[in-house]
């Protein structure tokens, strides 16, 4: 689908694409970190941010809840967080609103933007995402719930307990598969029977759609219709929306152990922000040299985070024992 | 001051804290309706504050926690209903890795101020699967606590006091103790402390520590023994994290200690309990730490001479105290 | 569907009605037997005999597993149980073949016929159904594996895991739902969101079928579709079985406090048992004189089983400390 | 005899008993293919044993426990790995309501011979959720054994016999430890109890137990003490259910004794054994019953400076050992 089909403005595409670009190079900073030694941990979305950037987009940050996986960051900054918060987080420094340092990097989590703090252990997000929903249905309020996961992580059991929750009560919660083809080094094939993972809808009632998170019109117009229905109190949906993983799984991982050396070869050609690149100036909304004025750009905001960031305290060893019990800070 | 039984003064706990708090909610299996829980605990709150703060839940203990962890962030003091004890196994995960850790890692911007309640206990010939003490489980978790009263009073006081709590806490409540034991309480809007021991009677020759319904084998030994043995009586309340200075002063008073517990000996939360005796008070010590426990057995049978067998009987308490005291 | 419509013939469905008309008498002493106070609980499956002596008539006892959870006395004993066997559970024997009277009544199980014991707490069964599964595919065995659980159970995670998983391998099981309206207290609208629960087997890449318990020919070809698939190396079943709960959910229970006299009244009129015996006689397979015979014939076998279950010995104190770890016996 | 490193051993005995036994199988989340495990335990296995006996689950623990115990019902020896020992908690359920209870519930009609193997243990930052030691939740569950290796000869040989016993077996391996610790092994195919602690070293003033990453430590302290106080230590291998008699022997010995563990301090396997002692041994006792352990806080945080400040070290081991002799 062409950008435009999107219906949003050029000036709102790129916005768009300047959230994409910036996770991607956000990560890219990231790895660096990792490979000199600053971070000792990197678990990145490259391949995901325009799916993720297109959710995001569908729903309204501040008012809306959020409740993230790992691989989330172009999302997580679309709802608030800029590169100064995700780099504190990759730091585990104290000021790192995610976990004040607590927790491994991108973990990502946010208060000041309704974004609930995520824990290693998948899937635990989605029950969770029950209960905001349920709140926000029980207290009247307008605000939904959008929840992301892998789609290695729907084979856990509560993904099944929470949809299936969702269902009965037509909870405003809006659930996101991202499929990036693998768990860790273990395969779709491996991970389940069926051919779409958005085919598990109709067994919980729920709205169901199956998308290409490389393209960001369909994306964005899919999520609205989730949006749309979770407002207008018609329930949860279930998106399942296929993207790459470009990286290893993590930085403790290499991914040429699995996968084969044309395969990654040819998913690298289908880069998602390649892709948006090469539809911005087809379609008119950019030129190229303009992409290289963003990408500058970009490049300096990233660095001076990087500084800013590397300048924030540690949190100190007297932290240990805060913050376990209520008054215990 | 009126009488109540153990599950109705639980029952009225909820009813008062759903009064005071609007976002006080509560759910689970059969919760909600006109059937208010399989034991009743919930009875006729549904009816009295809807349908929409008291529910059914669908059957899964994971969901259930999660539920109520969400709600909590939201700032809801939610109470979930796990059937039984032993059901609250599948929501394990949850409640570990969510509820229990959610203030601790985000440094208190996120919170699950949410109650978790669970019938546990045996006796009732509910064979393996309805007679569990599961609360060892969750002892050592840092971030939560777990707590049961042992006394009609406290099942009212400790429970309010759980629901006002801003941490997770997981409630035991022995399920035999829910019909058999009966007292007058007070009407007021009283709270009991969910973090300290009680002391509930003083004596200088023997210790006995206990809760649940071996805390009420304990108290009618110490009737039946009143006039030859004067026994220092605790109820231990919270379970984890344990209310250490209550449990070496108490030692440290008699010298002789006695824990009670009708789970299995090994791994019970009295071993934790001893383990705090024999690093602070054992000088103070003039016989060893006893543990009178269930047998390490995998649970509860569910034929009769096979359960009796399992269970810690009355005469088995008194006994022991007596060999306490003549040690 | 007719009777006949199975392709069974007259004698083996006579047989059949004995399985289904035995197992409604069984049930109906072990209600006498606690009510006296010979046992103290009963857990039972009036209104779903006739689905499970069509389900499983569909498989090869003996040589198929069979994981059945508490309601599948019927079913049970097709696979080889017989009366006594069942109420030296209940009594809480020795020679229990379930658990030596270590477990509650109805929890069935039998090493001599292939009979997977059954814990009270739900849905456990499946992920174990999958297990024994795999070892048939892998032993090259022909064997196949049934396991049942309520439409209430299938709200928990081992559900979804079990079914995926066999998804993933085509595992030679048959899951099949017993949908009898009610968990405990609470009617299937509270426990999903769906109409059929059977449409959850496309998003799992199996077989999937619904169909009316009470329909003793329907429901026989239905498994023997899903016994076909599972023999010839096709994958599993999801088979949603509807029936009723005649009596209250166990002897802890009384339905009347939450289902209206009305709907009582209703769901007895249309007791399966009923409509296969007038079926039988409609076909003209049973005269009713013989139906009275059978009656007859069935209430003598039980009372002298419950004679001799009775007769047997209890447990002794001693057995407490046995079969905890291997070579204590 | 070769040089192997504990995670080699590991290796080694998988690949031993599954050529000794057609009916091993081991599965699990990475654990085929090519990648062999995401710390590379099972590497090699897939292609030399083939997918059927080797393979990868989809990402749910519940399932992964319920397929062995599953195919242990049908005598299959199975080996079940969990990805890192935190994310054995969503299988909670399955292993204690069937694989722990399969035998007795059934008075040994079935059983579940399985191994299920969890890498646990900090140090490696990797946070709250991969460092934990859950070891303690098991504790307490009779019909299930919970042990651990803490040496390269162990792991190879514990795994072996864990492999081969009839009873569900809760395998942890220190993941620290995996590539750290390594030693010449016996190539020959020799097994070593999993129901039997210990004694590494005998000595006369102070008895030291501990598992794991703290074995080493107190190894370490040992070897640098060894001119000064003269130390029994004790590897205690079976975390459930102890071995109580090696317990108290070692405890009598000295009069002195230093439990050390990583995990929180309050409901920590250690407190078993303290119990153990402050019952069996108390009038032998020179001091009271130390128990060196991690801090009462939910889970070893990120930052490097709170990780170390979580763990135990070297330096504090040495010193409890040193304050303990001179008591
Ligand atoms: C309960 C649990 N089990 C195992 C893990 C280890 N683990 C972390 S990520 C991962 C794979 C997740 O795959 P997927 O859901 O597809 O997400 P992706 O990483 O591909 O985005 C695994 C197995 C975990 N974090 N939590
Ligand atoms: C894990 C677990 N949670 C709760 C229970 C208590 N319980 C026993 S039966 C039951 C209802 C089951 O309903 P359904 O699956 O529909 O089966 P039915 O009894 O209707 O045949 C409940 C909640 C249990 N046995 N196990
Ligand atoms: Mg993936
Ligand atoms: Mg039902």
């Known amino acids: 689908m062409k950008l435009k089909e999107s219906r949003l403005s050029n000036e709102e595409l790129i916005d768009a694409y300047k959230m994409v670009k910036e996770a991607r190079m956000l990560d890219e900073r990231l790895w660096q970190l990792n490979r000199i030694g600053k971070s000792t941990f990197n678990i990145s979305g490259q391949g995901a941010e325009v799916g993720q950037v297109a959710m995001a987009l569908a729903f309204e940050p501040k008012k809306d809840y959020f409740l993230p996986y790992y691989r989330d960051m172009a999302a997580v900054m679309v709802w608030g967080m800029n590169s100064k918060d995700i780099l504190m987080g990759s730091l585990g420094k104290e000021d790192d609103p995610s976990s004040h340092g607590r927790q491994m990097p991108n973990h990502y989590g946010d208060k000041r933007y309704n974004i609930v703090s995520f824990s290693s252990t998948v899937t635990t997000q989605l029950p969770l995402a029950t209960g905001v929903g349920l709140a926000m249905q029980v207290d009247k309020k307008d605000s939904i719930v959008l929840t992301a996961t892998g789609e290695g992580s729907t084979a856990q059991g509560d993904f099944h307990e929470a949809l299936n929750f969702a269902g009965v009560k037509k909870l405003p919660v809006v659930f996101v598969v991202e499929n990036n083809g693998y768990a860790i080094s273990t395969p779709n094939n491996e991970e389940f029977g069926v051919k779409k993972l958005s085919d598990r809808a109709p067994g919980y009632g729920i709205f169901g759609k199956h998308i290409d998170g490389h393209d960001f019109a369909e994306t964005y117009l899919a999520f609205k219709e989730a949006v749309q229905h979770a407002r207008n109190g018609e329930g949860a949906s279930l998106i399942e929306m296929v993207v790459d993983r470009l990286t290893a799984h993590s930085s403790d991982d290499d991914q040429r152990v699995y996968r084969s050396e044309k395969e990654i070869a040819e998913m690298k050609k289908h880069d998602c922000v390649d892709i948006m690149e090469k539809q911005l100036v087809d379609e008119k909304i950019l030129k190229e040299s303009e992409l290289e004025d963003i990408k500058n750009e970009l490049a300096n905001k990233i660095n001076q985070a990087t500084e800013d960031a590397e300048a924030m305290p540690n949190p100190t060893s007297d932290q240990l024992m805060t913050h376990i019990y209520e008054g215990g800070e | ?327």
Request: aromatic share 8%.
């Open chain 2, 1 to 327: 001051m009126s009488e109540k039984t153990y599950l109705e003064a639980l029952n009225l706990a909820i009813d008062e804290e759903m009064q005071r708090d609007p976002g006080v909610m509560i759910f689970g299996e059969d919760v909600g309706g006109v059937k208010g829980g399989v034991f009743g605990v919930t009875k006729g709150l549904a009816e009295k504050f809807g349908d929409e703060r008291v529910f059914n839940t669908p059957l899964g203990e994971s969901e259930i926690a999660g539920l109520a962890t969400g709600l909590g962030l939201m700032g809801h003091h939610a109470i979930a209903e796990f059937q039984f004890a032993d059901y609250i196994l599948p929501a394990i995960n949850q409640i570990l890795s969510e509820a229990t850790k959610m203030r601790y890692r985000t440094a208190g911007d996120w919170t699950a101020p949410i109650v978790m309640r669970a019938p546990y206990g045996g006796g009732v010939r509910g064979g393996f699967y309805h007679s569990q003490s599961t609360e060892k489980i969750f002892a050592g978790q840092p971030g939560l606590r777990v707590v049961t009263p042992s006394t009609v009073y406290d099942a009212k006081g400790m429970l309010k006091t759980a629901i006002r709590s801003e941490d997770p806490v997981l409630f035991y409540e022995h399920k035999k103790l829910y019909r058999s034991i009966k007292a007058d309480i007070s009407d007021a809007d009283y709270t009991v402390p969910i973090d300290k021991a009680n002391i509930l009677q003083s004596g200088d020759d023997v210790t006995v520590i206990a809760y649940g319904m071996m805390l009420q084998y304990v108290l009618k030994a110490t009737e039946e023994l009143k006039d030859d043995i004067s026994i220092e009586v605790v109820d231990l309340r919270s379970l984890y994290p344990l209310d250490k200075a209550t449990i070496i002063e108490a030692t440290k008073k008699t010298g002789k200690v006695l824990l009670v517990t009708e789970d299995p000996k090994e791994g019970s939360i009295m071993n934790n309990v001893s383990a705090v005796i024999a690093e602070n008070a054992l000088f103070d010590l003039d016989a060893p730490v006893q543990i009178l426990a269930g047998p390490d057995s995998p649970s509860m049978p569910y034929a009769k001479d096979l359960e009796d067998a399992f269970l810690v009987n009355p005469e088995q308490v008194k006994a022991a105290i007596k060999d306490l005291a003549e040690f």
